[in-house]
C-alpha cells in the first residue's frame, strides 16, 4: 500500500485568494488523481495529474482555476485559483496502487469566507 | 454514460443489526466495483472490490456481490459494531484509466 500525505490538512481562506495543496507519496507512482468532495456530496474527480506534462482535467475543470504540477513521480500540487465561497470543500489526492485500487490521503478541508 | 447511486442515509442502526446498503450502477462496458469506507476524521479506505459478474467480495464481515442483471453491488454485513460507523462509498472503475466514479455516499451510524 501506499502512504499519502497532504498538506494542509485544513485552511480558510479569503475570497480572491489562491491556495496550493501538496500531496507526497512514500513510493514512486504512475497515476495520481485530485478528487473534490464538496459537503454532503460524493467525490468528484479534477483531474489526473500526469508526471512531466499537463494536467488532464476532467469536464468542468479547467487549469486556470486548478492548476497542477507533477514534477515527479512521488509529488503533486494542486492550486485552487481565486476562491470563492463555492470552492469550500475537500481536496483529496489519491494515487493508483495495481488492480483499479486507489488510495487516498486524508484531504485538505477547505473553507472560502 | 456512466453513474452511481447509492440509498440515501443516514443509517441508522443498534449494535447487532443486519445491515445493507443499496447500491445500483449504470455502465457501458463490465466495470469493476468497489466499497470504500470513510471513517471519521479518516481519508477513505477500500473495504472490498469486485472485478466480473457473480463476484463477491469480502472483508472485515462486509460482503458484496456483483450483480450483472440487476447492475447492483449492495454492501451486506450480518451483525455491525459500533466502531463501523463510517460513510461508506460505493464506486465503479473504469479500466485502465485509473479513474473511479462514486456514489453519493452513505452514512452508517451503530448505537450501542
Known amino acids: 500500500s501506499a502512504v499519502i500525505s497532504q498538506k494542509p490538512s485544513r485552511d480558510i481562506c479569503q475570497r480572491g485568494t489562491s491556495l496550493t495543496i501538496q500531496c507526497q507519496v512514500d513510493?514512486?507512482?504512475?497515476?495520481m488523481f485530485w478528487y473534490r468532495q464538496q459537503p454532503g456530496q460524493s467525490l468528484t474527480l479534477i483531474a489526473t495529474?500526469?508526471?512531466?506534462?499537463?494536467?488532464?482535467?476532467e469536464s468542468g475543470f479547467v487549469i486556470d482555476k486548478f492548476p497542477i504540477s507533477r514534477p515527479n513521480l512521488t509529488f503533486s500540487t494542486l492550486t485552487v485559483s481565486n476562491m470563492s465561497p463555492e470552492d469550500s470543500s475537500i481536496y483529496l489526492c489519491s494515487v493508483g496502487g495495481g488492480d483499479e485500487k486507489l488510495f487516498f490521503g486524508s484531504g485538505t478541508q477547505l473553507s472560502v469566507l | 454514460g456512466n453513474s452511481v447511486t447509492q440509498m440515501e442515509g443516514p443509517v441508522t442502526l443498534s449494535e447487532e443489526a443486519f445491515l445493507t446498503i443499496n447500491c445500483t450502477y449504470t455502465?457501458?462496458?463490465?466495470?469493476?466495483l468497489f466499497w470504500y469506507v470513510q471513517y471519521p476524521g479518516e481519508g477513505l479506505q477500500l473495504l472490498l472490490k469486485a472485478t466480473k459478474a457473480d463476484d463477491k467480495g469480502s472483508n472485515k464481515g462486509f460482503e458484496a456481490t456483483y450483480r450483472k442483471e440487476t447492475t447492483s453491488f449492495h454492501l451486506e454485513k450480518g451483525s455491525v459494531q459500533v466502531s463501523d460507523s463510517a460513510v461508506y462509498f460505493c464506486a465503479l472503475g473504469l479500466g485502465n484509466t485509473g479513474k473511479l466514479i462514486f456514489g453519493q455516499g452513505t452514512t452508517l451510524q451503530v448505537k450501542p
Open positions: 455502465a457501458t462496458g463490465y466495470p469493476s
Open positions: 495529474a500526469n508526471q512531466g506534462s499537463e494536467a488532464t482535467y
Open positions: 513510493s514512486q507512482v504512475t497515476m
